[in-house]
């Protein structure tokens, strides 16, 4: 709620362009983001993490490396060359952030979420079906298509694909440890706290500065490919 809040006082240029984003970042976007835990299912059952602690600080690790220094310069650039149409630079930042991605695991999440973003896309936005679709291979191109579509600024975007990507872990983390929902709630209220900072410091991230390695997150997301029993997907 504390997060929903913040949104809504982001200037927007307009209601619409508030409703569209708080589309893109509900659980019910048909992306599929639901069914992957980013490592978290091993985590689990190799006892990184068992408390509503352990996941804290693995989400707030994540928020402060991959997140600050990755995720989000990353989409800004693609918010503005889509404003620009610069497609050798929306092609750049495809491959950067793919290459980023360090197991394969993690490489067919991210293909595969954006195929089916841009399909819902292309049945959303009319000039959607004018774009080349090797622009897409990311769910970051296809997120900030729709965000510059819509009227979204970076500041809005940012907050909601950070809130759509937490609030996904934590309800993986609550089936998975089993956590409660009220403990569950909890970290996303604490972890929400420090999402203004990351935000504000993402924005003045230079571009020979993008780039992160996560070597828990990279192991995790390794061992879960082979793990015996899964609930999320690989």
Known sequence: ????????????????AL????????PSLPIGGYSYSQGIEWAVDADWISTA???????????????RYLELPILQRMLEAWVEMDVDCLRHWNENLIASR????????ETNRARAFSQLLVSLIPEARQVDPMLWRTQTACYSFACQRWNIEFDAAAYGFLWSWLENLVLSAVKIIPLGQTDGQKTIFKLASIIPDIVKQARDINDDDIGTSSMALAIASAQHETQYTRLFRS
């Open 19 to 26: 409703a569209r984003l708080m589309q893109l970042i509900s």
């Open 1 to 16: 709620m504390a997060m929903v809040v913040h949104i809504m006082s982001i200037e927007l240029q307009n209601d619409l």
């Open 53 to 67: 602690d352990d996941l804290y600080d693995w989400l707030e690790g994540l928020l402060n490396t991959n997140m």
């Open 102 to 109: 360090e197991t394969e695991e993690l490489r067919l999440e």
